[in-house]
């Protein structure tokens, strides 16, 4: 790391969308899996879930 304000440069979360409801969720990047709140109504093993759409670190402008 170069300085301070290096690690605030780059963005390394994950990016998650529903099938179900085209919800998008951003989460850290030490997260697997993830659940829609859409899908947490139904039954456990009808759960459909999130699909990770980016994943990986970005440099941020």
């Known amino acids: 790391m170069k300085g301070p304000f290096e690690r605030l ?5 994950r990016v998650w969308e529903c ?6 969720q951003h989460t850290a990047g030490n997260v697997t899996a993830c659940l829609c709140p859409c899908q ?3 039954a456990g093993a009808e759960q459909i879930r999130m699909k ?3 994943d990986g670190v970005r440099r941020i402008q």
């Open 52 to 54: 990770l759409v980016e």
């Open 40 to 42: 947490r109504q139904v």
């Open 19 to 24: 099938p179900a409801c085209n919800n998008r």
């Open 9 to 13: 440069k780059y963005d390394g979360r």
